[in-house]
């Protein structure tokens, strides 16, 4: 199998300072490095996914703003793939499909953010188009989640996200068991 790493949304809206911080972010960036490090040295495709915001109303990835830069820890090196997205799916208008078929890549792992959103819609549209997919559960983040009065905390949006994905849409692993 043909491997490629999808970077999804690791940008600077959801950290610390940015217009929509994520439970834990920085440490899902640490991993997400480790597994584009590992990436880099085998020479397996990196494809960069970054969201701008079409809504007028939007209140994080506004474009032009700062917010929608990569964090630091995974920016794209010169030569790797870029592609910019408006929807939670990753595949939606970005020609994402188009560049793994023609690279022949039949398995996918998906990094990034957010847990409860584009990652999870990513994984389950890759899963649909045949791809096999792994998603690195400690390179994933997630918000605060509420509804009506009760709030769930990120920890525990990402950790259901992960068991709904594992399984039935993907294998869901730590990175030190993919690395």
Do not use: W
Request: net charge negative; aromatic share 6%; hydrophobic share 45%.
């Amino acid at each position: 199998m043909t491997r490629a790493l999808l970077l999804v949304d690791i940008q600077l809206d959801y950290f610390p300072g940015g217009a929509f911080p994520l439970a834990e972010p920085e440490a899902a960036a640490v991993a997400a490095r480790t597994v584009l490090d590992s990436f880099r040295e085998s020479g397996e495709l990196v494809v960069h996914i970054f969201h701008v915001a079409t809504a007028p109303d939007a209140t994080f990835f506004v474009p032009e703003t700062p917010g929608i830069g990569f964090h630091p820890a995974v920016a794209p090196l010169d030569g790797e793939t870029t592609l910019e997205k408006h929807q939670p799916n990753s595949f939606i208008d970005t020609g994402l499909e188009t560049v793994l078929r023609e690279a022949g890549v039949t398995e996918l792992v998906i990094v990034g953010m957010m847990s409860s959103m584009c990652i999870d819609s990513t994984t389950r549209a890759a899963h649909e188009l045949g791809f096999v997919c792994t998603v690195v559960s400690d390179a994933c983040a997630a918000p605060d989640l509420t509804l009506g009065e009760t709030t769930v905390p990120g920890a525990s949006v990402h950790a259901a996200f992960m068991a709904a994905l594992d399984g039935s849409f993907a294998t869901v692993t730590p990175s030190a068991s993919l690395v």
